[in-house]
């Protein structure tokens, strides 16, 4: 009996580590007044608002990788989203395992795929009791910053995620995870994206880490631009 329990568990660990689980976020770009009356970019970041909205984000995950990727790579032409999913920084793919975050770079000031961006999954986070209800999940608020450092200075942007306990997993949209529970909302700056469909135990899809191009962190990354020639961007 003993060795048929061991069995039955055996096989249930299994077979539930052979499952994924997937969330799909949408993708909205907020309302900035001071952007949107800038005589450069105010135009443009009004079609990037307009053009979020056609985007959607997919996030497979099981106990230690996860995968978070856009879902219509081939399906943006003529929409004028393209500049939205510039913005979401996420036009290649994030891969999360353990505490990594692992991106290649996509195509513009250097060739695609030319570096491998490996960053430490952020953890310094401020938690907090304020709480609110994601379909029919209880999430709470946590938050932490972003720094941006560029040929114009550095810049601190906030970043507001709300994770849900009951989901006990630490990932969550654009590579952010770390916390104590699945985050179903994150907002970093005026990218927001939310949950729209959770779906627990999905099959299976095979998950790798990326191994084309030069490995460095993303800090290193930045510095790269920093000794680009300067221009109006």
């Known amino acids: 009996m003993k060795a048929y329990t061991i069995l039955v568990f055996f096989l249930y660990f299994n077979y539930s580590n052979s499952q ?31 053009g979020a909205k056609y985007l959607n984000f997919r996030l497979i995950f099981r106990d230690t990788i996860a995968k978070f990727e856009n879902t219509q790579l081939t399906e943006l032409d003529g929409k004028n989203a393209k500049g939205a999913l510039n913005m979401s920084r996420c036009r290649k793919k994030i891969i999360v395992y353990k505490d ?44 932490t910053e972003y720094i941006v450092i560029n040929s114009k200075g550095t810049f601190i942007h ?38 729209v469909k959770i779906e627990l135990k999905t099959p299976s899809e095979n998950i790798q880490i990326p191994k084309k191009g030069i490995k460095i962190s993303h800090q ?12 109006g961007f």
């Open 100 to 143: 990594s975050i692992y991106q290649n770079n996509a195509e513009g000031a250097f060739k695609e795929n030319q570096y491998l961006i490996v960053e430490p999954i952020e953890k310094k986070w401020n938690l907090t009791n304020e709480s609110k209800k994601i379909d029919k999940y209880t999430c709470f608020k946590a938050t």
């Open 158 to 195: 906030p970043v507001i995620a709300w994770y849900c306990p009951e989901i006990p997993y630490q990932y969550g949209p654009a590579g952010y995870g770390g916390l104590p529970g699945m985050i179903l909302e994150l907002q970093e700056r005026n990218n927001v994206f939310g949950a």
């Open 20 to 50: 994924n689980n997937t969330i799909t976020y949408n993708f909205k770009i907020l309302e900035d007044k001071q952007l949107l009356n800038n005589e450069v970019i105010g135009k443009m970041y009004r079609e990037d608002m307009e």
């Open 220 to 231: 290193e990354y930045q510095n790269l631009f920093l000794k680009l020639p300067r221009s």
